[in-house]
């Protein structure tokens, strides 16, 4: 096999979510895989600790048909706010809870299952507490049912920005629970599931700490990652020439491996593996095993490369084979 192997740990997954759902208490919980599940595999992680969870939330209508498929039978919240008749009529069809953010996704929603997603500040997705009245009007008079209303922290570790984007969901909360009382109302990540409290309100939506990884401000204490990668050994050269991948070496080399990984697998060029710049498809190193593990602590990893943990996560499974261990 050429391609690099990520090994996903799901017991690792399955004891983070426990640990996830000690802190959220009696919120319900909902299972961030979207994006693949940050490149852990939607299907199989989903699959793997549906028992556990509430519902899952995806990005687009086509990673919730994907779970379907899968046979996954919760809830499962799209947060992309509909654009299209042909959104609406797959969440339908695939029976996926749709998100709406204002009046013209109100519309697109008619008799579909809704959430109503309130801007508190990401300015992201969302409608002001302004145009309530307007959406929760145009989704009565099309039959949709509404079954909640969120927002998402921007800024969590900064108290103000948190307290101020807190009470601004209130007045949403207030409006929308006036015209529908069962509404369950979810303004908290997972950082906000950290902070507790009062943040946690009826719901709680979790998908970096679950990979086993806090969002930053946050502590990884009580996590476990649950992704590594490995490169396979493709050559080693007893005899070196001078160089070591592109550019000129840094040393004088008495061996150097070739192993079967480089940046069109989700590394980045700019942060080497071993000697020399990043290639491709390969990277060079004066290892010599079989397989070499590149990538374990996704954090550690983003801090080279000057990004965050979630980016790391979603792009250094782009080629590999996935093998899972619980």
């Known amino acids: 096999m050429q391609k690099t192997i990520s090994v996903i740990d799901?017991?690792?997954?399955?004891?983070?979510?426990?640990?996830?759902?000690?802190?959220?208490?009696?919120?319900?919980?909902?299972?961030?895989v979207k994006a693949d599940a940050y490149g852990h595999g939607a299907e199989r992680v989903a699959l793997h600790i549906e028992r556990l969870v509430d519902g899952f939330c995806v990005a687009i209508t086509e990673e919730g048909a994907a779970l379907r498929a899968a046979g996954?039978?919760?809830?499962?919240?799209?947060?992309?706010?509909?654009?299209?008749?042909?959104?609406?009529?797959?969440?339908?069809?695939?029976?996926?809870?749709?998100?709406?953010?204002?009046v013209p996704s109100a519309r697109l929603a008619a008799g579909l299952d809704c959430h109503i997603k309130v801007n508190t500040g990401m300015?992201?997705?969302?409608?002001?507490?302004?145009?309530?009245?307007?959406?929760?009007?145009?989704?009565?008079?099309?039959?949709?049912?509404?079954?909640?209303?969120?927002?998402?922290?921007?800024?969590?570790?900064?108290e103000a920005a948190r307290e101020e984007q807190?009470?601004?969901?209130?007045?949403?909360?207030?409006?929308?629970?006036?015209?529908?009382?069962?509404?369950?109302?979810?303004?908290?990540?997972?950082a906000g599931t950290m902070l507790g409290g009062k943040f946690l309100l009826g719901g709680v939506r979790c998908g970096i700490a679950m990979y086993g990884?806090?969002?930053?401000?946050?502590?990884?204490?009580?996590?476990?990652?649950?992704?590594?990668?490995?490169a396979r050994r493709v050559q080693t050269c007893a005899f070196v020439p001078r160089g070591a991948g592109y550019g000129f070496a840094r040393?004088?080399?008495?061996?150097?491996?070739?192993?079967?990984?480089?940046?069109?697998?989700?590394?980045?060029?700019?942060?080497?593996?071993?000697?020399?710049n990043l290639c491709m498809d390969a990277f060079i190193s004066e290892d010599?095993?079989?397989f070499k593990e590149?990538?374990?602590?996704?954090?550690?990893?983003?801090?080279?490369?000057?990004?965050?943990?979630?980016?790391?996560?979603c792009s250094v499974t782009r080629r590999s084979e996935r093998v899972y261990v619980v």
């Open 123 to 158: 300015n992201r997705y969302g409608c002001s507490v302004e145009e309530l009245p307007a959406v929760i009007a145009t989704l009565k008079e099309g039959g949709a049912r509404v079954g909640g209303v969120y927002s998402h922290l921007y800024c969590p570790q900064n």
């Open 10 to 32: 799901l017991g690792a997954i399955e004891r983070n979510v426990k640990y996830l759902k000690s802190l959220a208490g009696k919120s319900r919980f909902f299972a961030v």
């Open 72 to 102: 996954v039978t919760a809830p499962v919240l799209v947060f992309t706010p509909l654009t299209s008749r042909d959104d609406a009529l797959a969440a339908q069809f695939y029976g996926l809870t749709v998100t709406v953010n204002g």
């Open 288 to 290: 010599d095993g079989e």
């Open 294 to 313: 590149v990538f374990f602590a996704a954090d550690k990893y983003a801090a080279r490369c000057g990004t965050i943990s979630y980016e790391v996560l």
């Open 251 to 276: 040393k004088n080399y008495k061996k150097l491996t070739a192993y079967r990984l480089g940046y069109a697998d989700g590394f980045l060029r700019g942060a080497p593996l071993g000697e020399g």
């Open 166 to 190: 807190y009470a601004l969901f209130m007045r949403a909360k207030g409006a929308v629970i006036a015209a529908y009382p069962n509404a369950f109302c979810h303004l908290s990540a997972s």
């Open 213 to 230: 990884y806090a969002p930053q401000g946050f502590s990884n204490e009580g996590l476990s990652p649950a992704l590594k990668v490995c």
